[in-house]
């Protein structure tokens, strides 16, 4: 498998300011965090199985879990990495074997301090991320820790503060060279977290204006559940975030607010993405909010001089879209795939994707191969469609239990967690 593109003009190492970010080095058939090799939902690989059911050969194996969960799996290897809620306070991190789905170890720590979230968003809806030597997990209030390929404990961060939000937290951390970046929040404890991978020392932190965590009686609810994505602009490096009002970019190295774009509105649940070939960052809101495309690499508040194009209401998305050939492709709430010009914000077109579950609602994010783009809704339903200027759905694909989570792509294999069962499935 070849190294994505994104990687491999990454390979010999980030300088910044004098100090060198060496990055990751990912096969191509590895998937070591939510949103795939490069953090955007994108894998290089193609030829992914586009036809399956709940009982055809293409099911290499299903393994029951122990509850439902919303995190996504993480793959390295031989190896399957899934975050898991339990009763007794237990928020544990699995590892299974990718060939079999037998869980080889599950190590965690039992939380009982009271933690606001909704029914809906159990306890453990951060996903992984990996690098091949240790694996990162967010365990919410909990705390950050990290584990080695054997479930040997490494390091844990238990000062960084109570998340508190009355629909949960669900940011995942992200790994980049010597460093993870971290989202924490919704609620009062808002912050943009830099620690070192190997001992999870802090190197930086960003502290954001946090909100209202909807428990005070009204509506006026606030905060970001998107994850970090780091890019490199021009000659620079910046850390990209979506926050509510605004998108930003942060200096990896040091924390360094570099730019602001005023737009979004105050609950922002999905991702920020970054076309490399337009130099545009989009950011997208929840909650029937906003959406912007704003030209990266400015300084300051750049709202008046880079802002492309600004939408007052779009509709409800949870999950987090992709990017290609010039054009922006999401999910609504509701099960309504958009196309978007990234570069006008004008809708190219917009299809309500329709299967045989009980439920159309979408809260997962899309996953692109190649020119094909793999969505699954909440009834179990995946759909595969092109990304084109014209809508063309390909297949649909239930598997007959409700699934909240994104999927994973490794070694031409899908990894799908639902409330029942972890499936793999390939040709």
Sequence with gaps: MKTPRFLRSLTAS???????LPLVQVHGANW???????????TEETGLPITWSATSANVKWKVPLPDRGNSTPVVWGDKVFLTQSGPGGRRELLCLDRKTGKVLWQEGVTFNEPEAT????????????????????????????AYDFAGKELWH????????????????PVLAGDRVFFNIGPGENTALLCV????????WEHKEPGGASGEEGNK?????????????VGSHYELIMTYPGRACAFDPMTGKELWTCAGLNPLVYNSPLYSEADGIVVGM???NGMALAVKAGGSGDVSATHRLWHLPKVSQRIGSGVLYEGRHYILSDGGIAECRDIKTGEMVWSERLKGPGPSGQNWSSLVRSGDLLYAVNQGGDCFIFKAAPKFELVSTNSLGERVIASIA????????RGYKNLWCIGR
């Excluded at 000062?159 to 669900?170: C, E, S, V």
């Excluded at 070192?196 to 190197?203: F, Q, V, W, Y």
């Excluded at 006026?220 to 490199?232: A, E, H, T, V």
């Excluded at 792509?409 to 799908?416: H, K, M, P, R, T």
Aim: glycine content about 14%.
């Design 14 to 20: 980030l300088v910044l300011a004098g100090s060198s």
């Design 32 to 42: 070591p965090s939510w949103r795939g090799p490069a953090g955007d939902g994108v």
């Design 118 to 145: 909704h029914a809906t968003n159990p306890y453990c809806s951060a996903s992984p991320v990996t690098d091949g030597e240790r694996i990162v997990v967010s365990f919410g209030s909990a705390g950050l820790y």
């Design 157 to 172: 961060r238990t000062d960084l503060g109570k998340q508190h939000h009355i629909w949960g937290n669900a940011s995942s």
């Design 196 to 203: 070192d991978k190997k001992t999870g020392k802090t190197l």
């Design 220 to 232: 006026k609810w606030i905060g970001s559940w998107s994850d970090p994505l780091l890019r490199k």
């Design 285 to 287: 809101g929840g909650f």
């Design 409 to 416: 792509v490794s070694d031409g294999e899908l990894f799908i």
